[in-house]
Each structure stands twice: as structure tokens, then as C-alpha cells.
């Protein structure tokens, strides 16, 4: 997905996104290391998406401590 996608969803929708991408990528290293997994880029696709989203959801988090202060 694009961080464009992400940036449209709601944190809700973004925690829940998270966890998904979590179970996902435990599982496709749990593929892999079994020798099952057809596409191994999957994993760094995977891994990105995850980084994306905790990005997202740490701006937003910084963007409402500023606004409190």
C-alpha cells in the first residue's frame, strides 16, 4: 500500500491495519523458513507496510502533543 492509502485512515483503522501486517508477516516467516514461501519479497513488502504505518501513527501522536502544549 501507498503511505498515501495509510495517511486516510483513522488511527483506529491503522492499529487494526498494525496487527494485521504483524500476524502477516509472522506468517510468512513461519513460510519461509519452512521453505513454503513462493515470493521471499514479500517479507521486505511486508516489513515496509509495517514501518509505514507506525510512522504514520507516531506523527500523528507528536502532531497532538503539540497541539497540547
Known sequence: MKSKEFREM???ELTNKLKEL???HFNLRFSHATGQL???MMLNTVKKDI???MTILRE???KEEKKGN
Open 22 to 24: 504483524k500476524t502477516e
Open 51 to 53: 514501518a509505514r504505518v
Open 10 to 12: 483513522t488511527n483506529d
Open 60 to 62: 500523528r501522536e507528536l
Open 38 to 40: 513462493a515470493n521471499p
